[in-house]
């Protein structure tokens, strides 16, 4: 059988794409005028498109291709899956296979207590499923009005209507209604573009500690649980200072409100340990997981919830689930992801040797003219541009018009590179060896020279006042 893009040209595909297909987040007019780049098949780090280009994939599909493509033992278990029971539920007291062992497999391996798990078709279902099991778990407790999210600006936790709402996007919020009453968000901590003459110490430290201040300017009794990254992905790779999660865990201990630690990109790896809360020190009630749950090689994602809300939870019935939850083919596939990552070291070659050779490659673009900073952990790195290195200076332009420029740079040298405004991330398959990384960053270069041409030409090198 021959692929669809094997029968038909570019022009006529992106000609459908533009007539009947609606993106998630483009400008579809732009889009329309352009045509969209139609990727037809990957192997490891690598993708292909429809006009025979080869590119390196920095993003990990949308941060979340760990093991890389291609693997055929995840073809194979959900073709078997397929064959023995292509779905069935998990309500109503029934349960299958693959959901079974995928949650005992997920609870192994998470820290602490979480030993949970209560299963979702997405990050975005998962952080909804959050937001009720967390209220109703408090109203289990006698305490029905605490039922205050506190998350942060420039958090990204999805796009249904309460993960976007606990999400910190403003332009998310200012499309459809958003957000939910009683969720609250507190600054970030971007010490890079927002901590002034601070050092990244103390600035972590006052950041986190608003998080104090809402909760008692909102009062104890108020206050659900707070929710944020371990380290933010879509918000543009944001590292936070060492100071910042020592200090919230302390404020959680603290207050009677629950930890929730969206792993959504940290979690299976990402950060070189196989929790975001392991490299942070973070210890959560409850985790977010998807995207490298599977790999996204099917849709899957869920909450990982501690003894203690689980065994308050398990009195009486809770009004909640997606016909998908633990679908058996996106588990089976989930467990395969597992056992790759787990039996070939990856998450370890992620720690020993590929994190520790992207900080040096990747730290090396600090001395470009175009570049404020450029930082990384384990594989996740983002720089920011900068008319004014010194300064750390914002451009004059709007923002996100360098960023824009130096993406369209790097994907023309077939590096799949995003812009977050003018912040440039990555995030590559964590198989990635450090050859691959040598030439991920040598295509990074070439594309910030590039841009950097262009933005002198357009006489857009002005800081902002
Ligand atoms: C991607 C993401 C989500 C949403 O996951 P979807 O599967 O796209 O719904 C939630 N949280 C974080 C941190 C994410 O990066």
């Not at 990957?42 to 890389?68: P, Q």
């Not at 959901?99 to 997405?122: M, T």
């Not at 909760?215 to 990254?229: K, M, N, S």
């Not at 952990?377 to 920011?384: I, K, P, R, Y």
Request: glycine share 10%; net charge negative.
């Amino acid at each position: 059988m021959q692929p669809i893009t094997n029968h038909m040209p570019t022009a006529e595909l992106q000609a459908l794409d533009a007539a009947h297909h609606m993106h998630p987040f483009t400008d579809e007019a732009a889009l329309a005028r352009k045509g969209a780049r139609i990727i037809t098949r990957g192997r490891g780090v690598r993708l292909w498109d429809s006009e025979g280009n080869e590119i390196l994939d920095g993003m990990a599909g949308l941060w979340c291709v760990n093991i890389g493509y291609g693997r055929d033992e995840l073809a194979e278990v959900a073709a078997r899956q397929m064959r023995e029971l292509p779905f069935y539920n998990t309500f109503f007291q029934t349960t299958h296979v693959p959901a079974i062992a995928l949650a005992a497999k997920i609870a192994e391996l998470a820290p602490g207590n979480l030993n949970h798990v209560f299963f979702a078709g997405s990050g975005s279902e998962a952080n909804d499923t959050n937001l009720r099991m967390v209220r109703h778990y408090w109203a289990l407790k006698g305490k029905p009005e605490k039922t205050v999210f506190i998350a942060r600006k420039n958090a990204y936790h999805g796009s249904s209507m309460g993960s976007a709402s606990l999400g910190g996007m403003q332009a998310m919020h200012a499309q459809g209604g958003l957000p939910l009453p009683d969720i609250h968000h507190i600054d970030q901590p971007h010490w890079y573009l927002e901590g002034g003459d601070h050092s990244p110490e103390e600035f972590g430290r006052a950041r986190a500690r608003q998080l104090e201040e809402a909760i008692l300017a909102i009062g104890e009794d108020r206050v659900a649980a707070f929710i944020a990254e371990p380290v933010q992905g879509a918000g543009g790779v944001i590292i936070p200072p060492d100071s910042y999660w020592p200090e919230i865990q302390r404020i959680c201990d603290k207050h009677e409100i629950l930890l929730i630690a969206d792993e959504v990109i940290c979690g299976f790896g990402r950060t070189g340990t196989w929790f975001g809360s392991q490299t942070y020190g973070i210890r959560p009630h409850i985790m977010t997981i998807a995207k490298g749950l599977s790999s996204g090689y099917q849709p899957i994602g869920g909450s990982v919830v501690c003894d203690e809300v689980a065994e308050v939870l398990s009195h009486g019935e809770f009004y909640h689930g997606y016909t998908y939850s633990g679908h058996p083919v996106a588990a089976a596939v989930a467990l395969e992801n597992l056992r790759i990552l787990e039996e070939e070291g990856i998450v370890g070659h992620v720690r020993d040797v590929a994190a520790p050779h992207l900080a040096d490659a990747w730290g090396s673009l600090a001395d470009h003219p175009l570049v404020g900073e450029a930082v990384s952990t384990g594989l996740m790195a983002s720089l920011a541009l900068t008319p004014d290195k010194a300064r750390r200076a914002r451009f004059a332009a709007a923002p996100g018009t360098a960023g824009y420029i130096c993406r369209e740079r790097s994907f023309a040298n077939n590096l799949i590179m995003r812009h977050v405004a003018d912040r440039m991330v990555i995030a590559p398959p964590l198989v990635i060896t450090p050859e691959d990384i040598d030439l991920l960053v040598a295509r990074a270069r070439t594309a910030l020279d590039e841009a950097h041409v262009i933005l002198r030409e357009e006489d857009l090198l002005k800081a902002a006042a």
